[in-house]
């Protein structure tokens, strides 16, 4: 299995809903990424969790809540977002580069569009 | 300055031709890069990565890396119209030994190859 899944795959919500993207991979890798992307742009790194810890936070606003309960799961919990926020939520997994392989795995994402 | 730069293109060539993109980087404490082909609406998939100076062939694709001038290509050999997507490429420093890396993405180039 060398996917990330993740789900929903498009999420339509008010600025006032609490809701959560989903992550998955069952690679065995130990680090898992949230990227955000707008249409046109490159990724921008949001939040890196390594080993179930969160090694960076790119000083992401507070309505961005990730969580990862175990090896295999990320999450990203939104609360009070606003209309700017609306982009294709993108999560990563990679292993140590020590390995020889180098790079993330990407799932398809979750297009979010904030009402 | 942007730690990666990438003409955004777009870059139409007829099919069969050879393609190639390119970027510049400005940290020299980068080793590791990748090339991620990005279909609309999807997630972006590694094609190819290289560490440090070099060359890297596999199937149509080459990846070159010239360190003493902070370039670096992609080449596609014999284009097909499912080529067409938007190519970025990327960097890492690599210091990591638990996979938590950074990846520091171009801003993509679209390519569309015409039949």
């Known amino acids: 299995d060398t996917e990330v899944t993740q789900t929903p795959k498009h999420l339509v919500m008010g600025m006032t809903n609490k809701k959560s993207l989903k992550c998955e991979q069952h690679m065995g890798h130990r680090a898992m990424y949230w990227y955000k992307q707008k249409a046109k742009k490159p990724p921008e790194l949001m939040f890196v969790y390594s080993y179930e810890k969160l090694s960076i936070n790119e000083s992401v606003p507070s309505r961005f809540s990730p969580e990862c309960p175990n090896s295999s799961l990320l999450n990203l919990h939104l609360h009070a977002l606003q209309p700017e926020d609306s982009a294709l939520y993108l999560c990563?997994?990679?292993?140590?580069?020590?390995?020889?392989?180098?790079?993330?795995?990407f799932g398809s994402g979750t297009r979010l569009t904030v009402v | 300055q942007k730690e990666v730069e990438q003409d955004p293109g777009p870059l139409s060539v007829p099919e069969g031709a050879i393609v190639s993109l390119n970027c510049t980087y400005s940290n020299s404490a980068f080793q590791y890069f990748m090339w991620y082909r990005q279909y609309s609406r999807k997630g972006p998939e590694l094609l190819m990565y290289?560490?440090?100076?070099g060359n890297k062939e596999d199937g149509r694709f080459t990846a070159q890396v010239d360190k003493s001038s902070k370039y670096i290509s992609l080449f596609i050999r014999d284009s097909q119209p499912s080529d067409s997507a938007t190519y970025l490429c990327a960097a890492a420093h690599g210091i990591s030994n638990f996979g938590n890396e950074k990846l520091t993405f171009g801003t993509g180039t679209r390519l569309t190859i015409i039949p």
């Open positions: 290289t560490y440090s100076s």
């Open positions: 990563a997994s990679s292993q140590s580069w020590s390995r020889g392989t180098y790079g993330y795995t």
